[in-house]
């Protein structure tokens, strides 16, 4: 049998305690760790509890969104446009003084660049 993903075994958790009393839940806890004891996956159990909370808001609606900026947005700046994307969003902001100038945003499926360096690097393709 191949062994699964951090992810898969994540949303098997997820899916095994959604609606669970906090009894019922440490039971099938306790039973999905030694499944992974089971199929030497232990050591990734870090990555899977990763996986789990990243799933878990997904299936909360909530967008995982990164914002890059040449330069440091305000809190606002940043919050207003993850708003245009998601109603819930967990964002990160970064820097990245390579950009020149604009942003870059990536969602879970989707990346807007409007930055500097990638209109300038259009303009090289197209001349």
Known sequence: ????????????LY?????????????????FVKILKTHQMLSKAERIIAE?????K???????VEITSARELSPGDAESIA?????????????DPKLIGGVVIRTRN????????AQLEKL???L
């Open 1 to 12: 049998m191949p062994k699964l993903l951090p992810r898969q075994y994540a949303k098997i």
């Open 15 to 31: 899916e095994s305690t959604a609606g669970l009393s906090e009894k019922d839940m440490n039971a099938v806890v306790h039973a």
């Open 52 to 56: 789990y909370e990243t799933y878990a």
């Open 58 to 64: 997904e299936q909360r609606g909530v967008e995982r």
């Open 83 to 95: 708003a245009h994307i998601a109603h819930e969003t967990d964002l990160s902001v970064k820097i």
């Open 110 to 117: 989707t990346v807007f660049d409007g930055s500097v360096r």
């Open 124 to 126: 090289r393709q197209q």
